[in-house]
């Protein structure tokens, strides 16, 4: 069959959102599509991914699956893909399906191709556009196998319409004795964060190394960022400094982001930071350096003036 | 305990002709992630619990180099799987699988990702090929019940998660693992006499053969110079009327 099964991310209570643009890669692969979630307690998860125009929502609900453990969601995701003969297997760019697809590829003995921008189909083969080099260059690929694992970067496929008629929810059976059992899930820790999805907002700040410390990057990177109702983000340098917690960081080995509008707090505009904003449609940068690479809208100066009056002009509306 | 690293030599991503479509062949390093699990190892054998680290990379003579940075870091031996063809990431997880089956250590530890092609993907097809545990995008490793298990810290895109592991299992590292230390003198001059085994994948019975073509490389289209506003105001003003984003 021509099916091709998409992996959807959820944190338990509800789905990605960014995960399900990887149904608009779907939809141009062609053929028909089923939507794979994995967990336990899925219910109100499938039902909300039922208008998507998948084929199928199916569903792996086991206590078993609980946290996402890499060997064991791997081998599920393969099972399903052989007992389904789907000839694709993909996913949206995350640490999650980074961590889960590259190891069900290799169960089933395929390929993968990381981070698809766009795809060609030519002569009735396809080849993929992905970034390498950080984003510096992009390459053109084909693969010599039919059956295939992708992931899409959320940023180059638009979000899915949900308007088609619903389709069935299936239990996918598996034997969950013989899942792996040599991971174990010990915590996670749990932020609770009233700014929106780094991933998902329309605007969002970021925060470079002479924000200095936790508290000028939470009041002058965080103040801006609600005043403009966005969500906060952070390079390399501020993350190690310990300004902002890991996932925060943008960039080539962080976050890929596009929001309608980027501002960027004293960031230089390294290649492994531009390599996670350059598709934004604004990029506003306040750097004292003028030679700074970073800018396409910039104002000069130095960022422990500008920024408070930005907040303020923004009270003041 | 033995561990084994396996390295990629990659282009420097500082050095110009990268980005600008190379007329000159570029610096090479040992990528930044794969250095990081270099130094992890070596804390770890510093700290008592590992005799031996083996590194190993997979590419043609032009690698010498990187290998020798590796052993002047402190690495014990080195292998070089001579193989000079374009490898896509399941080519190089199978032909890894074999020498580790060859090398049988307790844990491997390699970078994430290529900095050159970003894939993200070998750590985790090598630990499908061996059935064994992993640990992707790590910060921070700690053994448990003699060496049994690891407890790692993993970065996720919703912050920080932990998992233990059975050993023997695979760990790819991510920025915040360690800061790797600087080739020193007496570290090169002791990597002269340090070994350097060259296998081929004949002599490790595998035959792959890549499954990925990279068909072309080219630049990505560039976005419009920007200008520069006077004051906060201005600013707030374009965003509004120009950009219309405010
Ligand atoms: C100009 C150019 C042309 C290319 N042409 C082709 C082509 O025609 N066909 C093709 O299949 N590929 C091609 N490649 C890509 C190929 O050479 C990749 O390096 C390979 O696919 C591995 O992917 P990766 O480094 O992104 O793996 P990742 O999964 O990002 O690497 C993760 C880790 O795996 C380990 N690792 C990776 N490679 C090695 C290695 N060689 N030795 C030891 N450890 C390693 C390292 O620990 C590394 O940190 C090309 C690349 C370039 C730049
Ligand atoms: C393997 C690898 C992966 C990496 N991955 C990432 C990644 O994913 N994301 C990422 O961000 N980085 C990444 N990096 C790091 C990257 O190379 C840069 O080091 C980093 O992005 C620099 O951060 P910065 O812009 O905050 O700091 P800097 O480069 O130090 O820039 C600070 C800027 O602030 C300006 N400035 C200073 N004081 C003021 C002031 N008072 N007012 C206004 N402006 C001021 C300066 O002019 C300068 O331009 C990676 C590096 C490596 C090696």
Known sequence: MVETLVLIEHDRHCVKRPSLHGITLARQLGGEYALLVLGQGL?????????????????????????PLADRYATV????????????????????????????AALLDVPMVTDVLAIEEKNGSTSYRRPVNAGSMLATVKLETDRRVLTARATAFEAPAADAAACPIERFEFDVAS???????????????????????????????PLKDKETFERLVGGLADGLG?????????????????????????????????????????????????????????NKDPDAPIFQVATIGDLHQIVPQFIDALRRG | ???????????????????????????????????IAIEEALRIRERGDAAEIVGVTIGAPAVDEQIRAALAMGVDRAIRIDDSRALDPYAVARILRALIEKETPHVVIMGKQAVDDDSNQVGQMLAALLHWPQATFVSKIEFLENKRRARCTRETDGGLEVVAIELPAIITTDLRLNEPRYVSLPGLMRARRKPIEI????????AVRPLTTVLSIASPP?????????????????????????
Do not use: W
């Not at chain 1, 219910?43 to 946290?67: F, K, R, W």
């Not at chain 1, 393969?78 to 190891?103: C, I, M, Q, W």
């Not at chain 1, 492994?272 to 904003?277: C, K, N, R, W």
């Not at chain 2, 976005?223 to 120009?242: F, H, N, P, Y």
């Open chain 2, 222 to 246: 560039k976005r419009a110079a920007g200008t520069r506003v006077d004051s906060v105001e201005e600013l707030i003003a374009k965003l509004k009327q120009e950009a219309k984003v405010l």
């Open chain 2, 1 to 35: 305990m033995k561990i084994v690293v396996p390295f990629k030599s990659v282009a420097d991503p500082n050095d110009a002709t990268v980005a600008g479509a190379a007329a000159s062949a570029p610096k090479s390093l040992i990528n930044p992630f794969d250095e």
């Open chain 1, 179 to 209: 899942l792996p059992n040599g991971m174990e899930f010990i915590s996670r820790d749990q932020r609770i964060s009233g700014r929106p999805d780094l991933t998902e907002a329309a605007v969002v700040v970021c925060g470079g190394r």
């Open chain 2, 199 to 206: 296998l081929t994948c004949d002599e490790l019975r595998v």
């Open chain 1, 77 to 104: 995701i393969a099972e399903a893909a052989r007992k389904r003969d789907s000839r694709t297997v993909l996913g949206t760019s995350s640490t999650f399906s980074k961590d889960v697809l590259p190891r069900a």
């Open chain 1, 230 to 286: 966005g969500a906060v983000g952070a390079t390399r340098a501020a993350v190690d400094a310990g300004m902002a917690p890991n996932d925060y960081q943008v960039g080539q080995t962080g976050k890929v982001i596009a929001p309608q509008l980027y501002i960027g707090i004293g960031i230089s505009g390294a290649i492994q930071h531009l390599a996670g904003i350059k598709d934004s449609r604004v990029i506003v940068a306040i």
């Open chain 1, 43 to 67: 219910d109100e998860i499938a039902a909300s991914l039922v208008s998507y125009g998948a084929s199928a929502v199916v569903v792996a609900d086991d206590p078993a699956l609980t946290e």
